[in-house]
């Protein structure tokens, strides 16, 4: 399983584009890189999943290079329920054996956003 | 959909004694998980089922028993509770796409 390494806190104000980078030098062939946001007391949430280049939806985008040693969330306009959480995780998702997916939550980024 | 739900929400025990964490799926997802989360660390994981009928074992399964009672149910248990075992236990699932889904959580203290 590649271990992720990601920055501990990171500040930011309402209404910037924030930027997370993950490293994952490890990163195997099969696996994908996905993020998670954590509210206090509460289950982490999916946010966004990729294998390379770059990923939008709705809430994030995650851009990938092409040696896939690292990736980036962006979250664009912050506010303050943003405060939260971030983790970077790299697992296989391509087998349908459960046994591959054990993902490694690590300690994650905490995000404050001030007004 | 309820998503998934654990029960309790809270618990206290004293240590020797023991317990089951309860969780439910409605999503009919085939693999489910339980983690820990204790204060200021990400989550670990503990036991996790790819499929009804099988369990497996997670970074830190000792000290816990788990049972895949059926395809919704993965229940944790403590046989013996220890102060070490003091965090916060979260059950997820997920289908194809492995997108996992948490519950709410269980905070238990062991004194």
């Known amino acids: 399983l590649a271990k992720t390494t990601q920055p501990i806190s990171m500040d930011s104000y309402e209404g910037q584009e924030v930027n997370i980078t993950c490293s994952h030098n490890?990163?195997?062939?099969?696996?994908?890189i996905t993020w998670y946001q954590q509210f206090p007391s509460q289950g982490p949430r999916f946010i966004i999943q990729?294998?390379?280049t770059k990923v939008t939806n709705e809430v994030a985008s995650l851009f990938i290079p092409a040696d896939r040693k690292s990736s980036t969330l962006s979250l664009p306009r912050v506010s303050l329920s943003d405060t939260a959480v971030y983790y970077c995780l790299v697992g296989d998702m391509g087998s349908r054996s459960g046994a591959t997916n054990k993902l490694i939550f690590g300690t994650g980024t905490l995000l404050a956003v001030q007004p | 959909n309820a998503g998934v739900t654990q029960t309790p929400k809270f618990q206290v025990l004293k240590t020797g004694q023991s317990m089951t964490l309860q969780c439910a799926q409605d999503m009919n997802h085939n693999s489910m998980y339980w983690y820990r989360q204790d204060p200021g660390m990400g989550l670990r994981l503990i036991y996790y089922s790819a499929s009804e009928g099988t369990t497996d074992k997670g970074e830190v399964p000792n000290g816990y028993n788990v049972s895949r009672l059926n395809k919704r149910e993965f229940s944790l248990r403590l046989e013996s509770a220890a102060p070490s075992q003091t965090s916060v236990y979260f059950c997820?699932?997920?289908?194809?796409?492995?997108?996992?889904?948490f519950g709410p959580g269980t905070r238990l203290t062991v004194l």
């Open positions: 997820a699932s997920s289908g194809d796409d492995w997108t996992q889904y």
């Open positions: 490890n990163i195997a062939t099969n696996d994908y």
């Open positions: 990729g294998y390379k």
